[in-house]
């Protein structure tokens, strides 16, 4: 028994190790990387505000600068995936959170045609999540915004929670296409995405978040009965 615990406990130094030399590369490479890229994103905005008339040039040009804040996107999300767990963590109202979220984003959902919905019954006066606030409110957004993207034709989507064992359970219900098994299995992978722009870090970003928390994010699904995403997060009793 001894010598499988030491085997356990070699393996999490060992993942350990490897996260901090991934953080320190990631830093390294955004450093290098960024600062071509502002480069070329600063010309070609400066060459489309001196007045370029030749219009396959502007749009050359523009292609240019999306690619750039593309690029910059995803090496923010690559910094993001390698510095969690170096936060502060503190007591968080979870429920003034959800609503924070939920009446941020409820007016751009109602432009693409998709209600959002709030089932708060149970009640959180009592219980304390320990976690990072922003963070939490990151995840949220992500699942909230993996939703919509999924009804490009309207729909609703309702949040809820409940209590599972000793766990806050906060679940994201989308009416949206549901997904097949093979897209199921992969999509907490980093770098995995079904989306034609997306970088496929986001939901790895919120997985990692989540486990950092003592938590978990779980996807229930199926093709053409839509999404479930349940965010599990350890609470704490008064």
């Known amino acids: 028994m001894r010598q499988v615990q030491d085997i356990t406990e070699s393996k999490k130094i060992a993942e350990a190790q490897r996260l901090a030399q991934l953080g320190r590369l990631l830093a390294d490479m955004a450093h290098e990387v960024n600062n071509p890229l502002m480069i070329i994103s600063g010309r070609s905005e400066l060459t489309l505000l001196e007045g370029v008339k030749d219009g396959k040039i502007k749009d050359t040009l523009k292609i240019i600068m999306d690619q750039c804040f593309l690029a910059k996107d995803i090496i923010q999300s690559l910094l993001k995936y390698s510095r969690i767990g170096k936060i502060e ?17 409820q007016h751009h959902l109602q432009l693409s045609n998709i209600v959002l919905e709030k089932d708060f019954k149970l009640d959180l006066s009592g219980m304390v999540v320990v976690g990072n606030e922003k ?89 053409g009965k839509g999404t479930t995403a349940s965010i599990l997060l350890p609470i704490e009793e008064k």
């Open 135 to 223: 963070q939490l409110q990151e995840i949220f957004m992500n699942v909230v915004r993996n939703a919509a993207d999924a009804m490009p034709s309207g729909g609703k989507i309702t949040v809820s929670t409940s209590k599972e064992k000793k766990f806050l359970k906060i679940d994201v219900i989308d009416t949206g296409e549901g997904m097949p098994k093979e897209v199921m299995d992969r999509i907490l992978e980093p770098f995995f995405t079904t989306k034609p722009k997306g970088t496929g870090l986001g939901l790895a970003v919120c997985h990692t978040i989540v486990q950092e928390h003592g938590g978990q994010l779980r996807y229930a699904s199926e093709p």
């Open 89 to 105: 963590k503190g007591d968080v109202d979870i429920e003034k959170t959800l609503e924070l979220i939920t009446d941020i984003l």
